[in-house]
């Protein structure tokens, strides 16, 4: 299978879709919605998932462990609300006082919280092939991306040698009785390796490779831009200064990424492999986009996403509407099942 | 078009140059073979083509070096990459990305060639080296073979006036070795590229080069034609030798070449009585007084093979202390397999393997070691220590028997490596890590020896010099198995040829019955004389001295 | 001069922002009750993250000029896909907590090949093995930014081992296990305090209650010794131990190594003694 007819959108389509799940996933609060997308990034995950290739990690099951941990911790040391279940003596220490309802629900959204965002990134992981992550890499960063891709193209590799050093090993009486043992399969693996990046190194040399350094331009805007940004943070946290501090992190932050701009055109490069938008792009696209104005817009039905149990336990508020522009985030789901349609 | 000037180059830290005033000039369109003993800096000079040396190894050069207009000395590996492309030994060490496609490009999007003209190219050389039906492959499901052939796409992509190969095949099988340089042949002849090769096989490439460079232990050099050259090399390839003893004028370089002179002399006829005679006598004289077999290693109704598919099926095997036992046959075919059930690393699903008398079922690869010592086809995956002498004390200590300083230093006398003793085992010659790697297994004094595709990466010299250990320790009774593709050594040193073909064994018995009608595993000299027996080039001598 | 100033303003500052940003949860609530901050503290988390990840870039721009020679990239993609590797092994086997074999390379390289390849060593690791084995989450650039930290903080090994008798004794390893040990503790502290806001929730449950420093300092605790005691310690161990008995083998090999990548161009004319 090629890379391009695993992934049906551009992989800056999915970026941006990554992008605005994070967003809506940390603005949300309210239980209703986050299990809601919860269930919806799942199912974008499995839909996405080649058929037998295992998930890594299942964002249900994650979230019934985040779920749990959450209530337990947050219950163990959150003392206020207003029901309580149980009250411990006070002297225990550190967890001694009163349970509460609110404390545990409070506890239960933060896990809720936390395995939204997996099971975003989870999506996101298995919507992309390895050489379409390191594609998104910048310009800037070239010779990591190189890096990535012989790390990525050498790890198989390595396996297969890990298996002949334990071969040849055993064939000379080597027994792994304690882990010291381990010296003898992890030495020739490593001085292979050694002797192999120094082979690589030539093959590459031989066909034209060599990195820029970053050149002092570049660094000294690196280093303003720092300088920038560490101002205001001082000024924003000790002094209190909102606009100053707002302005100095702004000019931080320019200097840092017209640094990167800089560095990624000091040597140009070209792609072979082209990821082409399309109208499953703009489908996706749209769908992300009605979610984020939905989320961000001032709107009544936006503060239903703002929820919290304290001081006395409630029912969430659920606005249909606002469900709805969630349901945007699913896009790609519609994209794969609908591609036999769409032209 | 290259032209070398009193070229001198040494390493840093390295008290000898490795290359002393080289002078050469090879012209726009020539097939060049550079030959000369391992070490010899073949590689080096190689390396100075395209700025490697001594942009990448340091060092000092004096001389100069000129492709057409450039100089790789001044100019570096990075500009020199648009005119001088380089191929290397190892198929799996050169490539960066997963994808054949992707790796072509991958120079190509380095030197921000404009998309459109990219695609052109990548599409070209593909077409160029038949590899487009490999395109979408991952890199590390291809053959060795096919490898290096996207390793010479990958260079070609950027268009270089000449193609440098240092050892493309020597990790190949013959099979392999054969596609890559029929490719070679191509480009040299469609296209006019200049090709510069350093090949250990040169019976293969002599027929088809134009020049021939021959470097010696000094860093010195001599070029000419290919006949001039081989006149007086001590390298050469086995028909060569029997030609020049024969005086044959104009030397002969393939098989086609020497069956007239053969046929002249009266020599290539089909004669079913010398067969018999000629041979047993060359080869008596060879092995010495037989010794009654005594058998060393039984296999019977061996079955045994990978999840659902099995290899081998109802194999029965004898093989005898003292004599040496070559297994030959196709990739793929289930010689690992029946080596690997041999020392334990594989069960089998049926049948019995007896070792000196004792079933090995149950018993650990370890144990089993001790009495069918095996030699795995990559030597390197086993050296770790710090010097050659503590590769042999660890195997030992493995062991659990005492370290004895005299047993490791008489082996070593034996393996020629006395003067290696505390050297780092990574830093020597392939023969010698070789060496080391052998030692390493047999320091236990096993009965029985395996080797697996030993003469893989080696020069004639090395080789000669393995073959005559393996002769040395099988008069002193070991039991030798050797699995290998290399005909020649196969017919130098086999008392027993093994051809395994689809499910078991297809042919057993001396060298000169199973090799010498073979047409796909007969050696160069039975080609030469069809029907005498003779399939070394010793052989051929006494036979054409008692003519 | 200018250039080792540069390397170090770069890194200076990016280790004061990601400490920061790190230590954050704990004055926060001290910061909300002073009152005035409450109203940005919410966006607080948000401007810190991009704090962090812009740092973090200009830190990796900077580190890569580490791989500036075709010798160090290959080396790097080699060594990280061996890195991934063993941290494959550690997350398929159930081995005790947070012990995990990728560290002893991550600090041996970085002692050996200099902090900013010891950086690369580190961010590009946990980057790829996450990429291999489907694990990317939310918490990568945090592991990313902690383990490139260790590779970069590894040269400092380098003083007290000269102080100590120097290169090639025991106590090089010695010391490059405590250092192991103690990054051990470190990176499970600091990964904590990532996962920690997620678990406390945000920040207006602390200022309803209006607790203060000392209160975040208990709750911390808690969660500290509930999750994470016992995991960082077996990390530690795990660090110390197996950096003591396999380090001084692998330094032998990465040094040989060394020499060889050692290369200068030396074109001067060759001595008339050849």
Redesign the interface.
């Known amino acids: 299978m090629t890379p391009r007819s695993l992934l049906l959108v551009h992989p800056v389509t999915w970026t941006i879709w990554l992008g605005t799940t994070l967003l809506t996933v940390s603005l949300t609060r309210n239980p209703l919605y986050l299990l809601l997308l919860l269930f919806g990034l799942t199912l974008v995950a499995e839909t996405e998932r080649p058929t037998g290739r295992a998930t890594p990690l299942d964002p249900i099951f994650f979230a019934v462990i985040a779920v749990s941990f959450g209530a337990l911790f947050n219950a163990a040391t959150i003392r206020y609300g207003d029901t309580v279940l149980v009250a411990l003596p006070a002297s225990w220490w550190l967890i001694g006082g009163p349970i509460t309802l609110e404390a545990v629900v409070f506890g239960m959204i933060n896990g809720l919280v936390l395995s939204a965002l997996v099971a975003g990134f989870g999506a996101f992981g298995t919507a992309m092939p390895i050489s379409a992550l390191i594609s998104l890499v910048p310009r800037a960063f070239y010779p990591l991306a190189v890096v990535m891709s012989v790390a990525v193209t050498y790890v198989p590799l390595t396996i297969r040698l890990a298996g002949q050093v334990r071969e040849a090993q055993q064939l000379r009486g080597h027994q792994v009785r304690v882990w010291r043992d381990g010296l003898p399969l992890l030495l020739p693996l490593l001085i292979g390796g050694l002797e192999r990046a120094l082979q690589l190194a030539e093959a590459m040399a031989a066909r034209g490779f060599a990195a820029d350094p970053p050149s002092n331009q570049v660094r000294m805007m690196l280093v303003g831009g720092l300088a920038a940004l560490f101002a205001g943070l001082l000024l924003q946290f000790a002094w209190g200064q909102v606009v100053a501090a707002s302005l100095t992190m702004l000019i931080g932050t320019g200097l840092i990424l017209w640094a990167l701009r800089e560095s990624g055109q000091q040597a140009p490069r070209t792609r072979y492999r082209l990821y082409r938008r399309g109208i499953r792009d703009m489908i996706v696209l749209l769908g992300a986009g009605l979610t984020l104005i939905a989320v961000l817009a001032p709107w009544p039905g936006r503060a239903s996403l703002a929820y919290t149990p304290y001081p006395m336990l409630q029912l969430p508020i659920f606005e249909p509407l606002l469900a709805l522009a969630l349901m945007g985030l699913l896009m790609p789901v519609a994209v794969r099942l609908g591609d036999r349609y769409l032209p | 078009m290259i032209e070398f000037a009193q070229l001198s180059y040494r390493y840093p830290d390295q008290p000898q140059v490795c290359l002393d005033q080289v002078s050469l000039t090879l012209p726009a369109g020539s097939f060049t073979l550079v030959i000369g003993p391992s070490g010899s800096g073949k590689s080096t000079l190689l390396r100075c083509l395209n700025g490697l040396v001594p942009h990448f190894s340091g060092g000092e050069v004096a001389g100069s070096v000129r492709i057409a207009a450039y100089d790789p000395i001044a100019l570096g590996p990075r500009v020199m990459s648009r005119h001088v492309g380089m191929v290397f030994q190892s198929p799996e060490a050169q490539f960066v990305l997963e994808r054949v496609e992707d790796e072509i490009a991958f120079a190509l999007e380095h030197a921000a060639v404009p998309r459109e003209q990219l695609r052109i190219r990548v599409e070209e050389v593909l077409d160029l080296l038949d590899l487009a039906p490999l395109r979408d492959r991952l890199l590390t499901t291809l053959s060795g073979g096919e490898r290096q052939r996207v390793a010479i796409a990958a260079t070609l992509a950027l268009q270089p006036e000449v193609l440098v190969l240092d050892e493309p095949t020597s990790q190949l099988d013959p099979q392999s070795a054969d596609d890559v340089l029929q490719a070679l042949v191509r480009l040299n002849h469609d296209l006019g590229l200049t090709i510069v090769l350093a090949e250990h096989r040169s019976e293969r490439v002599l027929p088809i080069v134009d020049l021939v460079v021959a470097l010696d232990r000094a860093g010195r050099v001599v070029s000419g034609p290919p006949r001039e050259i081989l006149a007086t090399s001590p390298l050469c390839p086995p028909l060569v030798t029997v030609a020049r003893a024969a005086g044959w004028q104009p030397l002969p370089l393939s098989v086609k070449e020497a069956r007239p002179f053969a046929t002249r002399q009266g020599l290539a006829q089909q004669d079913a009585i010398a067969v018999g005679k000629t041979g047993e006598a060359g080869r008596a004289s060879a092995t010495g007084p037989t010794r009654p077999p005594r058998p060393y290693l039984e296999i019977r109704g061996l079955e045994a093979g990978y999840g659902n598919t099995p290899v081998l099926r109802n194999l029965d095997l004898t093989i005898a202390a003292g004599e040496i036992t070559l297994l030959m046959g196709r990739n793929g075919i289930g010689k690992s397999t029946l080596l690997k059930c041999m020392i334990g690393l594989l069960r089998p699903r049926r049948g019995e393997i007896r070792i000196a008398g004792r079933s090995i079922a149950g018993r650990d690869v370890a144990a089993i070691s001790r009495e069918l010592a095996c030699l795995p086809q990559e030597p390197d995956s086993m050296l770790f220590a710090d010097t050659v002498a503590d590769e042999l004390r660890t195997t030992l200590r493995n062991h659990r028997l005492p370290v004895n300083e005299a047993l490791i230093d008489e082996l070593l006398a034996q393996l020629g490596l006395s003067e290696r003793r505390e050297r780092y085992p990574r830093d020597l010659s392939i023969g010698e890590r070789q060496r080391v790697a052998l030692g390493a297994i047999s320091i236990t004094r096993p009965g029985g020896l395996l080797l697996d595709e030993p003469t893989r990466g080696l020069d004639y010299e090395a080789k000669a010099m393995l073959g005559g250990l393996l002769r040395q320790w099988s008069r002193e009774g070991s039991a030798i198995i050797v699995v290998s593709h290399d005909v020649e050594f196969v017919a130098e040193i086999a008392d027993r040829v093994l051809i395994l073909g689809q499910g078991g064994l297809i042919a057993d018995g001396p060298p000169w019955n199973v090799l010498g009608n073979s047409p796909l595993f007969a050696p160069q000299i039975a080609r030469i004389f069809p029907g005498r027996g003779w399939l070394t080039a010793s052989n051929a001598l006494q036979g054409l001295q008692q003519k | 001069m ?2 080792r100033l ?1 390397s170090g ?2 890194i200076g ?2 280790t ?2 990601g400490i ?1 940003a790190f230590l954050y949860p704990f004055w926060l609530p001290t ?1 909300a009750t002073s009152g ?2 409450v109203a ?1 503290a919410g966006t ?1 988390p948000v ?1 810190l993250t ?2 962090v990840g ?2 973090f ?2 830190l ?3 580190a ?2 580490a ?5 160090l ?10 890195n ?2 063993l941290r494959f092994i550690d997350v398929a086997l159930p081995l005790p907590g947070g012990f995990s074999p990728i560290f002893v390379l991550i600090i041996l390289t970085g002692y050996l090949f200099g902090g900013s390849f010891g950086f ?1 060593m580190g961010t ?1 690791t946990l ?2 093995s996450a ?8 918490w ?1 650039p945090f592991q990313m930014l902690t383990a490139g930290w260790v590779g970069l903080t590894a040269p400092l090994c380098r003083g007290p081992i000269q102080l100590l008798g120097g290169v090639g004794r025991y106590r090089e390893v010695l010391v490059l296990a405590v250092f192991g040990a103690i990054w051990g503790f470190g990176y499970g502290a600091i990964m904590n305090l990532w996962f920690w806001p ?5 920040v ?2 602390y200022w ?2 209006g607790i203060g420093l000392i209160e975040t300092v ?2 911390y ?3 500290y ?3 994470s005691l016992l995991w960082d310690i077996a990390g530690s161990l795990g660090n110390g131990l197996l950096i003591a ?2 380090g001084g ?2 330094l ?3 040094r ?2 060394q020499r ?1 990548f ?9 001595s008339e003694g ?1």
């Open positions: 200018r250039d540069m303003m770069i500052f990016t004061v922002i920061i910061m005035g901050g940005h607080a401007i991009t704090l812009l740092s870039l200009a990796l721009l900077e890569q000029r791989a500036e020679h075709a010798l990239v290959a080396l790097l993609g080699v060594l990280v896909a061996m991934a590797i690369l590009m980057l790829v990429l291999i084995t489907g694990g990317v989450g939310p990568l997620f678990a406390s929730g945000p207006e449950q309803q209650a208990r709750r605790l808690t969660f010794l509930a999750t008995a396999f083998p692998i032998r090999v990465l040989r190594f060889r050692a290369f200068v161009l030396r074109q001067a004319p060759l050849l």
